[in-house]
């Protein structure tokens, strides 16, 4: 991906240092929005209207829960913002939506538990100051949540910089293959804590994890009914198809969901599809799922293995562009869905086997698909204290850095970061700066709740 890949080290070090005078380090610690560039509430609204209608309002319900929710669902109005921010020009594989909450365990094919970026719904090439802006700003605004003090969420912003600047660093020492195999395990999150407190949580953190399964799956979303598990209706954030048909045509829907099973077979390593025809789907469902992906069409399908003791529940998302597409160069894949799933490859160390891909002709849609659990876990914001919090931006940061390092230049990145905090101390000024832009495009949206303008349900959860 960098075109000085196969430069020196010398030149790739000499290279992120010579940066540092076109692009001041000191000069990503600057924020000030320009006026009237655009409407931040209506930049947001313009995403809902390709969304299932019926669910936007629980997609602004659940912003208006706090700032930061309604950061977690705004990537598209940062995205704008950051493209009025000074960047480096040393892209790499950019996650588009870094934030804390985007992080978390899952299974690894070898039935390890493993800690890593997990959404890349926004993938694309991109600079990679965005990312870590993002990854910044979201500790400021979840220590500020949980009510922290002004040093202490200085403190923590910091730390996630300081592991993001000290892993590259690290990497850009390391062989190229030893960087493509690096990855966090349960048992390194372990370590890292500081504390029996924090310890214990992570200890149950990761059991908890482990519970999280097709067959608990199974019993959360599924029914036995009439000899047969079906999905369970929790309506407006479970419906099965069966009721669906005030919205579609539930036969034509479930006829297009058979053949993007179909479509999404053929993008699968062979081994996996051989997996996949042992087991048999036997219902579908739409599934309200995050903050920022409410109203897109999220399908769920419930398939049967040997018996009926045997499920496995997928995952068909749509995906549509990146939001960082309106200021990058456009994805070199023109299926959305595979967008997202090779990005995903590129920036994960280990990634679901089920992932893969389908554009509809029908619909003109693209889906990219995944297993619906496997071992997930994610660290719980309205509990975690400030000691938590900063073992967390240090485990965030080492993994965004590998991340980067994986199809970036982190000989590059490293030289232009520097040994000192300059970079670090700018990003916080930037963290701190937008946290308070985000507070209020925040009040501004709650405000256009209240009188009326925009309806919101309540947060279901």
């Excluded at 979201?138 to 993001?164: E, G, M, N, P």
């Excluded at 920036?347 to 997930?376: P, S, V």
Aim: aromatic letters at 10%.
């Amino acid at each position: 991906m960098p075109s000085n890949a196969h430069l020196s080290v010398q030149e790739r070090s000499d290279f992120g240092k010579s940066l540092r005078k076109q692009i001041p380090r000191s000069s990503h610690g600057e924020w000030n929005r320009k006026p009237d560039l655009f409407d931040p509430i209506q930049l947001l609204e313009e995403q809902n209207k390709a969304r299932l209608p019926w669910l936007v309002p629980v997609r602004r319900g659940r912003m208006k829960a706090s700032p930061f929710a309604f950061y977690r669902g705004s990537a598209r109005l940062m995205a704008a913002d950051l493209s009025q921010t000074p960047n480096t020009g040393m892209l790499v594989q950019a996650c588009g939506d870094a934030h804390l909450a985007n992080f978390g365990l899952f299974a690894s094919p070898e039935r390890n538990l493993v800690f890593d970026l997990n959404d890349f719904d926004e993938t694309l090439e991109g600079p990679w100051e965005w990312d870590l802006k993002r990854l910044a700003v979201s500790f400021t605004i979840a220590a500020r949540h949980i009510q922290l003090d002004r040093k202490q969420c200085l403190k923590v912003t910091a730390q996630v910089l300081q592991s993001y600047r000290e892993s590259m660093h690290e990497f850009a020492e390391w062989r190229t293959t030893d960087i493509w195999y690096a990855q966090l395990s349960a048992k390194d999150c372990m370590a890292a804590a500081s504390t029996a407190r924090t310890q214990k949580r992570v200890e149950k953190l990761t059991a908890k994890s482990l519970t999280k399964d097709s067959r608990q799956a199974l019993d959360k979303l599924a029914e036995y009914v009439d000899g047969q598990y079906r999905i369970r209706s929790e309506p407006p954030l479970l419906l099965p198809l069966r009721e669906l048909n005030e919205w579609l045509d539930i036969t034509l829907q479930e006829d297009l969901i058979k053949k993007s099973y179909q479509q999404y077979l053929n993008t699968v390593s062979t081994d996996c599809r051989v997996l996949l025809k042992k087991f048999q789907p036997v219902d579908f469902g739409l599934k309200v799922v995050g903050v920022g992906s409410v109203g897109t069409r999220c399908w769920i399908l419930l398939l049967e293995g040997r018996d009926q003791s045997d499920p496995l529940f997928l995952q068909m998302k749509e995906a549509t562009h990146s939001v960082l597409a309106e200021y990058l160069q456009p994805s070199q894949y023109e299926n959305a869905g595979r967008r997202v799933v090779e990005g995903q490859r590129l920036m994960q160390t280990t990634n679901d086997i089920f992932l893969g891909w389908n554009h509809t002709d029908e619909t003109g849609r693209d889906y990219y698909w995944r297993q619906l659990r496997d071992w997930k876990g994610s660290v719980d914001i309205e509990t975690i204290d400030a000691n938590g919090l900063n073992i967390y931006a240090h485990l965030c940061g080492w993994t965004l850095a590998r991340a980067h390092a994986r199809s970036g230049d982190p000989v590059a990145i490293a030289a232009y970061l520097g040994s000192s905090d300059r970079f670090g101390q700018a990003v916080v000024n930037f963290a701190e700066a937008y946290a308070d832009q985000n507070e209020r495009d925040y009040q501004a949206f709650v405000s256009e709740i209240q009188n009326g303008h925009l309806d919101a349900a309540e947060d279901l959860r």
